[in-house]
């Protein structure tokens, strides 16, 4: 990626694949991915998945009270919710 922001640990229920995983993006792209923590830090991370590219400027990412993701577009103000 070229400019990263970070996001959250999914904890919601809408997507049971991406559970536990960290998500994060790429502001300058418009790209997703997740990946899952490694328990130790001495660990490496094993996989890494991409979840898609979008037009969107992504600044910031949030996380509701269900653990559902929303990412936010700095280029039009809109939030969206990522989901299946």
Known sequence: GNSITGGYVYTGTRLSGLRGK????DFVS?????????????????EVYALGKWPVLISTFG???????FVADFGTGKIYRIDP
């Open 22 to 25: 960290y998500i994060f993006g």
């Open 30 to 46: 418009g790209r997703i991915w997740a990946l899952e923590l490694p328990e130790r830090t001495e660990e490496h991370v094993k």
């Open 63 to 69: 996380r509701n009270a269900d653990g559902e993701i």
